[in-house]
T-cell receptor
Framework: IAGITQAPTSQILAAGRRMTLRCTQD?????MYWYRQDLGLGLRLIHY???????GKGEVPDGYSVSRANTDDFPLTLASAVPSQTSVYFC????????????FGPGTRLTVL | GQNIDQPTEMTATEGAIVQINCTYQ??????LFWYQQHAGEAPTFLSY??LDGLEEKGRFSSFLSRSKGYSYLLLKELQMKDSASYLC??????????WGAGTKLIIKP
């Protein structure tokens, strides 16, 4: 069982380019999340989905979009990347959107130049 | 505003005990989580407290006082592999996790 996978592992991107970070889980979890982690700051929630077909905005949603077409996949898209989006991005999932343990993917290190 | 405070860095000796504190101010409270994160890796779950008191799990224990907005993680019999960052996170009234910046724990032989 893989748990949660993310792709790519790392990426260098020119400013203005479009980029999709992929996230797939095989635990049949209902809820999924996207966080960014920056040095000196806590993890910050970008977007979440409590169940397939629904999404919601987190603390820092601007410049990002998500979709949840099925239970397993939760891609994050940067429509036009900017240098301030340089960060490590973690996808996570939990059984439901309540007070449950969240399981994290290995992360994607994104650099926007 | 919502705020989670924890020390930036702590140093301890192998075999010793260390306590990592976390104070919080959030809109609502649906439990407090501790996660461990080794450098370059994903966070992994350690503990969850929603009621006041101490929860013990092997060498790790977590304490919560809701009235004081305070928690601590206690690590006993420290091992070199415990060198990592420890993240405190509170689930707010919207069931979203608010994260502290993490405490980097350095273990010395």
């Amino acid at each position: 069982i893989a748990g949660i996978t993310q792709a790519p592992t790392s990426q260098i991107l020119a400013a203005g380019r479009r980029m999709t970070l992929r996230c797939t889980q095989d635990m049949r979890h209902n809820a999924m999340y996207w966080y960014r982690q920056d040095l000196g700051l806590g993890l910050r929630l970008i977007h979440y989905s409590n169940t397939a077909g629904t999404t919601g905005k987190g603390e820092v949603p601007d410049g990002y979009s998500v979709s949840r077409a099925n239970t397993d996949d939760f891609p994050l898209t940067l429509a036009s990347a900017v240098p301030s989006q340089t960060s490590v991005y973690f996808c996570a999932s939990s059984e439901s959107g309540g007070a449950n343990e969240q399981f994290f993917g290995p992360g994607t290190r994104l650099t926007v130049l | 505003g919502q705020n989670i405070d924890q020390p930036t860095e702590m140093t301890a000796t192998e075999g010793a005990i260390v306590q990592i504190n976390c104070t919080y101010q959030t809109s609502g409270f649906n439990g407090l989580f501790w996660y461990q994160q080794h450098a370059g890796e994903a966070p992994t779950f350690l503990s969850y407290n929603v009621l006041d008191g101490l929860e013990e799990k092997g060498r790790f224990s977590s304490f919560l006082s809701r009235s004081k907005g305070y928690s601590y993680l206690l690590l006993k019999e420290l091992q070199m592999k415990d060198s990592a960052s420890y993240l405190c996170a509170v689930m707010d009234s919207n069931y979203q996790l608010i994260w502290g910046a993490g405490t980097k724990l350095i273990i010395k032989p």
